[in-house]
């Protein structure tokens, strides 16, 4: 097993603030990186700064790849029986599936039964909005058959009435 980079090794409160130099500085500037790390005692060249960086970077451009893609889904779906909510957990579960199945991530800096409970409330998620998704069709079935008796006993024709039934269940002509 590879030796961890000492990046990796650092406390928590300054790889944060690693992070927020690195965006801060628009993922520049490693040298003047190097010198602050080593004022605070840690000694880390510039080129390891910049490896980590560029991975850093990497990441920060998925998310907001990611974002952008959830943005996009909310923006072009009308939310026709959930459809909106449906497609956003599914890129949610592409996402966690893809964290899964990445091979360089230090497993030990990963909280497994938070990434378990999300996937078990994405699943949850997806059961309930199918559930809600069976709702909306029956009421909308049931709204239909009222509509036509009512339609029926008015007169109207069988071609109005089953362009009303085609309007409310969505039904393109």
């Known amino acids: 097993m590879p030796e961890r980079s000492k990046i990796e090794l650092l406390p928590d409160a300054v790889l944060n603030e690693l992070n927020g130099e690195l965006v801060k500085n628009r993922f520049s500037g490693y040298v003047a990186l190097a010198q602050w790390l080593k004022d605070k005692g840690y000694a880390i060249g510039k080129s390891s700064l910049h490896r980590y960086g560029q991975k850093f970077e990497d990441k920060l451009a998925t998310l907001k790849l990611s974002t952008d893609q959830a943005r996009a889904v909310v923006t072009a779906s009308p939310d026709d029986e959930g459809a909106m909510n449906e497609a956003l957990m599914r890129l949610i579960q592409e996402k966690l ?6 091979m360089n991530v230090d497993v030990k800096r990963i909280n497994i039964s938070s990434l378990a409970k999300s996937v ?13 998704a069976e709702t909306v069709k029956e009421k909308a079935k049931a709204a239909v058959a009222s509509v036509e008796r009512i339609a029926k006993k008015g007169g109207l024709s069988k071609g109005a009435v089953a362009e009303i039934r085609r309007e409310i269940l969505g039904i393109p002509s």
């Open 120 to 132: 078990a409330e994405l699943a949850r998620a997806s059961v309930t909005q199918k559930k809600y």
């Open 97 to 102: 599936f893809g964290i899964l199945m990445d």
